[in-house]
T-cell receptor, first 112, second 114 residues
Framework: GENVGLHLPTLSVQEGDNSIINCAYS??????FIWYKQESGKGPQFIID?????DKRQGQRVTVLLNKTVKHLSLQIAATQPGDSAVYFC???????????FGTGTRLLVSP | DSGVTQTPKHLITATGQRVTLRCSPR?????VYWYQQSLDQGLQFLIQ???????AKGNILERFSAQQFPDLHSELNLSSLELGDSALYFC?????????????FGPGTRLTVL
């Protein structure tokens, strides 16, 4: 896949476990934070986003937590499934500049 | 399927050459973004167009240029190619480009420079 060779941190979990993927962001002026999932051979796929004035947002099986004090973002995936195996990227956006700044990514491996 | 299409899927060329990558946004989306994903730099924003005009610029080399046409499709032109330009190039589109809107990514073009 396209991320072979990148020294990505890897999280290995068993099917059914809850997964937590962490991300440190850099710009305290960012307005939005977004999590993307990238499967091998595909483009990034939107998972969930959170605005900077929120600290938690829930979706289907996913929760994003934002801690602005320490500039930390996390993605929690409940009841992880083999189909969740992918590289996960956090991204931050300052609406004044309209460009997504991506983190380095975390590879999630889910074993049946 | 995001609705964003990119052609070609793969491109192999030699150093010094010039290539053009094409992107068609989702129907109704006015804004197009180009990103480069390389092994050592990760995913990096290159440039954004909104309704035919350049809206934001990232770490795009002077050898690279882009444009968005009246039918809203976009092309990324890469010239005087170097080995280090080998990467995946993604296009994304969003409804508009002045406030936050979800960006939908295409499947990418894999460029190999030999």
């Amino acid at each position: 896949g396209e991320n072979v060779g990148l020294h990505l941190p890897t999280l290995s979990v068993q099917e059914g476990d809850n997964s937590i993927i962490n991300c440190a962001y850099s710009n305290s002026a960012s307005d939005y934070f977004i999590w993307y999932k990238q499967e091998s051979g595909k483009g990034p796929q939107f998972i969930i986003d959170i605005r900077s004035n929120m600290d938690k947002r829930q979706g289907q099986r996913v929760t994003v937590l934002l801690n602005k004090t320490v500039k930390h973002l996390s993605l929690q995936i409940a009841a992880t499934q083999p189909g969740d195996s992918a590289v996960y990227f956090c991204a931050e956006l300052n609406t004044g500049f309209q460009k997504l700044v991506f983190g380095t990514g975390t590879r999630l491996l889910v074993s049946p | 399927d995001s609705g964003v299409t990119q052609t070609p899927k793969h491109l192999i060329t030699a150093t010094g050459q010039r290539v053009t990558l094409r992107c068609s946004p989702r129907s109704g989306d006015l804004s197009v973004y180009w990103y480069q994903q390389s092994l050592d730099q990760g995913l990096q924003f290159l440039i954004q167009y909104y309704n035919g005009e350049e809206r934001a610029k990232g770490n795009i080399l002077e050898r690279f240029s882009a444009q968005q046409f009246p039918d809203l499709h976009s092309e990324l032109n890469l010239s005087s190619l170097e080995l280090g330009d080998s990467a995946l190039y993604f296009c994304a589109s969003s409804v508009e480009g002045r406030t936050y809107n979800e960006q939908f990514f295409g499947p990418g073009t894999r460029l190999t420079v030999l």
